[in-house]
Each structure stands twice: as C-alpha cells, then as structure tokens.
C-alpha cells in the first residue's frame, strides 16, 4: 500500500496530545531527561535546574500542536475540572511580544481560591490559592475551534498549604499506601530500595445520549440533569433487547470519534456497549496507575459533552436521570502493584506469592469491614440516593463478594489451614500451607458494592458524575492502615524470633474471624439480605446525610490525620461542602419541581378541563 493510500491506525495517533515520556525524550538534554523521568516514575517534586528547560521544551512542543496558551488543569472540590488560560505573549519592550514560558509558570499557578468551595478554609476575602504541577500526570493538549491550549495537571492548595481539591489527598493516600505495601514487601523478602508501590484503576463510566432537540425541550434535564416530571412507558427495559445489542449508526459515530479523542489524549479506552437502559451505554478502560486513570476519566466525562454535541446529542452523567430504566454507575476497578512489579490482588504459583495474595486480600477485608460507613460516605451524593439499592445498583449496606472457592480458602483459614478447594481439588501446599490459587475461579457478583472480580475488587457503587479521587482516597488509606496494623505484628513476631509463616496465619485467622461478617456472596437486593446485614452489626445509611455524618466522626479524623492524608480542618471542610451540595440540589430541584407545576403542568390540566367541560355542554 502507498503512503498515500495508507490507513491510519490507533497507534498512529495514539497519545499524540501528550507531552509523554517518549515525546520528552526529542526535546529535552539527555541530563534533563533522565531527572524528569526519575521524578515522573517515583512521584518526585521536578529539580528546579531544570525547570526552565522542561517548561521551554514543553512550550516549544505545544506550539507545534498550535497551541497559544497553557492552563493549570485542576480538580477543585466542585467536583468537576478547572482551568485559568494564559497566553504566551509577552511584549518584548519594542512594540513586539516574544513567547515565553518560565519554570517558574510551569511549576506553579495562582488561581482566585475563594470562588471555590472550601468548607470554611478560606473566606470570601482570602483569595490566594496555588496550583502546582504534578509531575506523574503529563500534560496535554486540548483543542478548541481556532487554536490549542497547553493544559498542566496540577493540584490545588491554599495558603497555609491545605488542599482545596481531589487530587492533593489522592497523591498522598497513593503516598500512604505505598509506604506499608512496601514495609510488608520487606517482611517477604522483597527488595524495596529506591522502588515504591502503587494503586491501580479502571473506571467504567455509565452514560445516556438522547436527541438534543428533546434534551432542549426539558428544562429539568437542563438545570439538574434529570427528569423530574415523566411518564414511564409501555415498553422500557423489559426485554432486556438494548443490553449488548447492535450499536446503532448515529451511536456508533459518537463512539468512534469518543475512542479517538480519548486515544489521541493517551487515555487506553477499550471497551464501548449498550447498557441496560434504552439509550444508556457504557466506556471503559485498560488499568492504569490510579493517579492518571482519575484525570483520564475527569477528561473523559469532559469530552463526552463536546462529541455528544457534535452529534446533535446531549449526554446525561446524572445517576438517575429517568425513573423506571437503571440508572447509571461508575465502577471502580482497585488492585495494588507491589514494588516486585506484580498485582498482589492476583493468585500466585507457589505458597509465597500466595501468602502476599491472602495478607493483601484479609487487609482489604479488614479495612472495608472497619470503616464501612466511610466507604460508603465516599460515594453518597443527592443523585446517587436515586440509584443506590433500586434492583440495578448495590444497596447501601457495604459487603465485600468472594466468590465460593475464596470464601471457601477464607473458612478452612479460619478453622486451621487451607488444604483444599471445592473447586480446584488439592492444592498445592508449602511450608507456610497457604494454597495455590486458581485465577478467575469465582463468578462475578453484580449486586454485591465491592466485589472481588479476579486480580482486582470492583467498587460498584461508585456513581457516574462522581469524581473517582474520593472513593479512592478512602480505599487507599483504609488499606493502608490495615497493612500497617498486620506489619507491626509481623515486626513484633520476627524481633521475638517466630516463624513468619506461622505469624501471618495466626495473623490471617484473627482477621478472618474478626471481620468475616462483610462477606456476602448472596443477593444484595433482597429484604432477607437487609435482615441479615442489621443481625451482623452492619450499617445500612439509606441517604446522603446519614453517610456523611460518617466524616464527621473522631474515627475518621484519626484515620486520615494518622497518614497524612487529610488533617482535621480539611476533613471537616469536605464535609460541609457536601453537605452543602446535597442541600443545594435539593432545594433547586424542588423550587423547579414547583415552577414546572404552576407554569407548564397546571395550565395544560386547566385547559385540558376546560376542554371536557366544552364537550360535555
């Protein structure tokens, strides 16, 4: 085939809107280079000697993109992105301008921080805020209709330094979680010198497209996202025919330049298929490390809007934006690579790796059961209420899916060792008599809000407008601190010369024993399992505010202040903003409900009366 006549494919076109690795490669010196890759990889703070260089590089490469401008990409607690645009222009003191871009502007913006919400962090008149670049997300173009703009990942702080966005938490729960996998990596044997761990994600995102004359129609699809007046009609979802079924032409359009700008952003989309609900659909990604994969689909939900319009469609984020048909989730896929390079949610070869497997697995059962009322704060929101524990999303209650062989390993440690499995026959048993375990040995659960999926637990309640940093900031940190607690035991055991394989399944047992009332594998949605979830001491928080009072508690302040996730102060200011939020909803919500009575509703049943009585005469 000619150049000419030759096809362009993804990997032609694959992260071309990325200032990456290999892109920096062609722009930088070989010493600037091999420190901005250090940094990138271990989640560094960028030298300042080469600050200038990198920002120059960087300048020079969005130019030939045609970019004019550069912004400070944030993720303030809005929960969604925002962006201050500068140009490059500078007047060059003769009547010209020269572009330029300093290390400096690169490192470090100043956005008006009291616009925000901030929980009381910052007053009206307290307008500082900084943004500084994190270096573990590359930066990108965004294209506009004439030109481009430079678009900088960066977190968001005040001026005493306290984080007034998603991202800040979510790099140091990433931080705290890094640091006990690694101290148990040691207890293994694993050399963890100038290696770190971290957390990976894939987040499905749910959505619905519709017309946009009919989306133009419906104010309440406009202002809040949903439906608040309908009609369910005669036939829906009953057929279960949309589910997976042939995409149509108008759809398949949307998909395919979705897949593309996604692709050209570095974002490994994968997965597109109808969901459940006439017009609903679904996206989904390869994992990546958790950090970036938040920004992928932060960009993502963002595109989604642009392309939707393209295509003479609106699309709908909201949880719930037509009753009667499934809403919509986001569920998020959570693994743990250790400093090995190896998933530690995954089944080993051997009892070793096996024994990494069953600390991880027991430490996530141990942190989910313990601070269930966070995990489920962390996905609480107006909209959510509508979808959560309606016979298409996990209920309230927060239980953790095994599957029977696990559950089946998980009760055989209980009572001694596992020396069998009902499904793979005899294991194979070492030393430590912890088994070889068979990869994608259980069914998946659906209604189950955190199940283990093979190699990865799905965190299913998670809603489809929401930000993915929250739920993960709880999940790193839970974690992290069921890790930390099994280390100090491990440590304390090996200073009193016991044998570690013997230290960790008394340590397995004690958790297994303590916390094995969060495993479920049974149907979520029934009454019975509401029955028996209240039996076992499990909380079910119906709404919103019943959630987020869990923030509010001197448990979780401890838990966040104890890794530095979050201090007391920014704690309690997310919990005012959510607060907030939920009562703004709310209250919008039902001043429109009332101006769509009196001003469309009413008048029609008036005239529709008026009309009978006319016949009726």
Not at 271 to 300: G, K, W
Not at 398 to 425: C, M, P, R, Y
Not at 520 to 541: H, I, M
Not at 586 to 614: C, G, H, R
């Amino acid at each position: 085939m000619s150049e000419k006549n030759k096809i362009e494919t993804p990997q032609d076109y694959f992260g071309e809107n990325v200032f990456s690795l290999k892109v920096m490669e062609n722009y930088l010196s070989e010493k600037a280079y091999k420190s901005l890759s250090q940094t990138i990889k271990s989640g560094g703070t960028l030298d300042p000697d080469i600050a200038d260089e990198v920002a120059d590089a960087m300048k020079t490469w969005a130019m030939s993109k045609g970019a004019t401008h550069y912004t400070h990409w944030f993720q303030p607690l809005t929960g969604t992105t925002a962006e201050k645009h500068d140009s490059f222009i500078s007047p060059d003191g003769e009547g010209g301008a020269i572009l330029k871009f300093s290390g400096k502007e690169l490192i470090q913006g100043e956005p008006d921080a009291s616009s925000f919400p901030s929980g009381g962090l910052r007053s009206t008149f307290e307008a500082r805020g900084y943004t500084g670049w994190d270096p573990t997300s590359p930066a990108f173009i965004k294209e506009g209709p004439k030109s481009a703009t430079l678009c900088i990942p960066t977190y968001f702080i005040g001026w005493y330094g306290q984080a007034l966005d998603k991202k800040t938490p979510l790099l140091r729960s990433m931080k705290a979680l890094s640091t006990q996998v690694c101290r148990l990596a040691e207890l293994f044997g694993i050399n963890t010198k100038g290696k770190f761990a971290s957390a990976t994600l894939g987040g499905e995102q749910e959505y619905f497209l519709i017309d946009r004359d009919f989306y133009n129609q419906r104010i309440d699809l406009i202002q809040t996202g949903r439906t608040l007046f309908g009609k369910e009609p005669a036939k829906h979802q009953q057929m279960a025919d949309h589910y997976f079924g042939a995409i149509k032409s108008r759809i398949m359009g949307f998909m395919e330049d979705l897949d593309r700008e996604m692709w050209r952003l570095g974002a490994p989309v994968k997965t597109r298929h109808n969901e459940v609900a006439p017009s609903q659909y679904e996206v989904a990604p390869i994992f990546e490390t958790l950090n970036l994969a938040v920004d992928h689909n932060m960009l993502c939900m963002e595109v989604m809007q642009k392309v939707a319009e393209k295509h003479g469609l609106a699309c709908l984020l909201h949880e719930k934006p037509f009753a009667g048909v499934n809403g919509s989730g986001k569920h998020n896929n959570w693994s743990i690579v250790g400093p090995d390079g190896k998933n530690w949610l995954s089944p080993g070869d051997n009892p070793h790796e096996n024994a990494k497997f069953l600390v991880t697995l027991c430490a996530v059962i141990k942190a989910v059961d313990t601070y269930a009322g966070i995990l489920r704060a962390s996905v609480a929101s107006a909209a959510n209420d509508h979808r959560l524990g309606s016979h298409e999303a996990p209920p309230a209650i927060i239980s953790i899916f095994l599957g029977e062989q696990l559950t089946d390993i998980i009760e055989q440690i209980e009572k001694s060792e596992a020396k069998s499995s009902k499904k793979g026959g005899i294991l194979e048993i070492g030393v430590d008599a912890l088994p070889k375990l068979p990869r994608d040995a259980t069914d998946r659960n659906r209604t189950s809000p955190f199940a283990f999926t093979g190699a990865k637990f799905e965190f299913r309640a998670v809603g489809s407008s929401m930000s993915l940093a929250g739920p993960n900031i709880v999940l790193n940190t839970i974690v992290a601190e069921a890790l930390d607690e099994i280390c100090v035991q491990l440590e304390a055991d090996k200073k009193a010369k016991k044998d570690f394989n013997a230290s960790v399944q008394k340590i397995l047992r004690d958790i297994i024993k303590k916390h094995k009332r969060v495993i479920f594998n049974g149907d979520n949605y029934t009454e019975s399992w509401v029955k028996e979830a209240e039996k076992r001491g499990l909380p079910n928080l119906r709404t919103t505010p019943e959630a987020l009072e869990e923030l509010n508690t001197p448990k979780a302040v401890g838990l966040f202040e104890k890794y530095g996730v979050l201090s007391k102060e920014e704690l309690k200011s997310r919990y005012e903003v959510y607060v907030e939020t939920y009562q703004t909803i709310i209250d919008y919500e039902a001043k429109l409900s009332a101006d769509m009575a009196k001003i469309k509703i009413i008048p029609t049943v008036v005239a529709y009366q008026e009309e009978l009585a006319n016949t009726i005469s």
